[in-house]
T-cell receptor, first 117, second 113 residues
Framework: AQKITQTQPGMFVQEKEAVTLDCTYD???????LFWYKQPSSGEMIFLIY??????QNATEGRYSLNFQKARKSANLVISASQLGDSAMYFC??????????????FGAGTILRVKS | GAGVSQSPSNKVTEKGKDVELRCDPI?????LYWYRQSLGQGLEFLIY????????KSGLPSDRFSAERTGGSVSTLTIQRTQQEDSAVYLC???????????FGAGTRLSVL
């Protein structure tokens, strides 16, 4: 069963507007972590934001925020005030909490974001 | 540099040859991970190291794949008798400790002709 689902293969957003990238996940664990990474055309995976399953507040990092709805098993990324440099592939990933899994990340298929000027 | 370093950035090889991919983690990071990114399979976990030990090798796609880590630092991923389906970008990541945030390198793009 697919553990991370990103339903938007591609998204467009106008510069300076906000955009939401969707992510739903599937796990039976109570302890897990959710991540968003950005992959520009250069190929490097850049860490953006992290949300732990026990965190009560939604995570925020600058223009990035994670809309965490635990009951719905969703962890959407919100980018405010989009910039041209935000154009990239965005991956949602999950780590299940058991150390025997070794911090393995399971990734979604990704969403390509294009920011229009 | 302070980030994860991978070499080479690009590798073209002939089918049947062996290749070695290198990863230099962030200094002080105890955990190191290898992933593969291909068009058909997306991002797949291959193996992780805690120190020099690899507790779980089940993500390696076949016995042609092996990895080692020495001195708790540099890791090498070796692919023997390369096949065309091995063509992919191989990404390395490191984290300060197990369960910490993983920071990725820029990857090695492997093309098997």
């Amino acid at each position: 069963a697919q553990k991370i689902t990103q339903t938007q293969p591609g998204m467009f957003v106008q510069e300076k507007e906000a955009v939401t990238l969707d992510c739903t996940y599937d796990t039976s664990d109570q302890s897990y972590g959710l991540f968003w990474y950005k992959q520009p055309s250069s190929g490097e995976m850049i860490f953006l934001i992290y949300q732990g399953s026990y965190d009560e507040q939604n995570a925020t990092e600058g223009r990035y925020s994670l809309n965490f709805q635990k009951a719905r098993k969703s962890a959407n990324l919100v980018i405010s005030a989009s910039q041209l440099g935000d154009s990239a592939m965005y991956f949602c990933a999950m780590r299940e909490g058991h150390k025997e899994y070794g911090n393995k990340l399971v990734f979604g298929a990704g969403t390509i974001l294009r920011v229009k000027s | 540099g302070a980030g994860v370093s991978q070499s080479p950035s690009n590798k073209v090889t002939e089918k049947g040859k062996d290749v070695e991919l290198r990863c230099d983690p962030i200094s002080g990071h105890t955990a190191l991970y290898w992933y593969r990114q291909s068009l058909g399979q997306g991002l797949e976990f291959l193996i992780y190291f805690q120190g020099n030990s690899a507790p779980d090798k089940s993500g390696l796609p076949s016995d042609r794949f092996s990895a080692e880590r020495t001195g708790g630092s540099v890791s090498t991923l070796t692919i023997q008798r390369t096949q065309q389906e091995d063509s992919a970008v191989y990404l390395c990541a490191s984290s300060l400790a197990l369960l910490d945030i993983q920071y990725f390198g820029a990857g090695t793009r492997l093309s098997v002709l």
